[in-house]
T-cell receptor, first 112, second 113 residues
Framework: GENVEQHPSTLSVQEGDSAVIKCTYS??????FPWYKQELGKRPQLIID?????GEKKDQRIAVTLNKTAKHFSLHITETQPEDSAVYFC???????????FGKGTRLHILP | DSGVTQTPKHLITATGQRVTLRCSPR?????VYWYQQSLDQGLQFLIQ???????AKGNILERFSAQQFPDLHSELNLSSLELGDSALYFC????????????FGSGTRLTVV
């Protein structure tokens, strides 16, 4: 089955700087890669996603890149703000397996 | 409000007991997924239902079971509870099977004492 590795587990960046979170997946049949943001005590919320036929997708300060050959994908947050502090989860969905498998999460701290 | 409703929000129970967690998916969503999130842990996939049928199973313990009813709401039953079962249990729904983002409910926080 699919396995998703996520790094780093914790990330601290100065407000205004960029943050990058990286994930790798094992199943080459995976074709959908969502990213979720979870604030303390709240539900995970989808912030951006990318499909395997696209290499990059951007939404304001957030972008995701996908390298199918290397089986890794990354989340980039530019001009970070205090409200970006949260836990971010990457995930992968395999065509033959109807479930989304999540990475272990990255706790992002935005420092003033 | 995400449209996915989970009840109860909090549950405190003793070891050895049995509880039922309930999830109502967004209107029109046929798929329901259950995830367990322990303290400072990731989201562990438990089980998935599509239009009343079990479609995928993760690392779900034999003490746990679930079902999806004709009105598409789902229940997760946890029995012979242990301290280690204390966690946040999330339900998520999506309209179709396959590659679509989930919408999560607000979760049920289970505390086993």
């Amino acid at each position: 089955g699919e396995n998703v590795e996520q790094h780093p587990s914790t990330l601290s960046v100065q407000e205004g700087d960029s943050a990058v979170i990286k994930c790798t997946y094992s199943d080459s049949a995976s074709n959908y890669f969502p990213w979720y943001k979870q604030e303390l005590g709240k539900r995970p919320q989808l912030i951006i996603d990318i499909r395997s036929n696209v290499g990059e997708k951007k939404d304001q300060r957030i972008a995701v890149t996908l390298n199918k050959t290397a089986k890794h994908f990354s989340l980039h947050i530019t001009e970070t703000q205090p409200e970006d502090s949260a836990v971010y989860f990457c995930a992968a969905h395999s065509v033959g397996d109807d479930k989304i498998i999540f990475g272990k999460g990255t706790r992002l701290h935005i420092l003033p | 409000d995400s449209g996915v409703t989970q009840t109860p929000k909090h549950l405190i129970t003793a070891t050895g007991q049995r509880v039922t967690l309930r999830c109502s998916p967004r209107s029109g969503d046929l798929s329901v997924y259950w995830y367990q999130q322990s303290l400072d842990q990731g989201l562990q996939f438990l089980i998935q239902y599509y239009n009343g049928e079990e479609r995928a199973k993760g690392n779900i313990l034999e003490r746990f079971s679930a079902q999806q009813f004709p009105d598409l709401h789902s229940e997760l039953n946890l029995s012979s509870l242990e301290l280690g079962d204390s966690a946040l249990y999330f339900c998520a729904s999506t309209a179709l099977q396959g590659s679509y983002g989930y919408t999560f409910g607000s979760g049920t926080r289970l505390t086993v004492v």
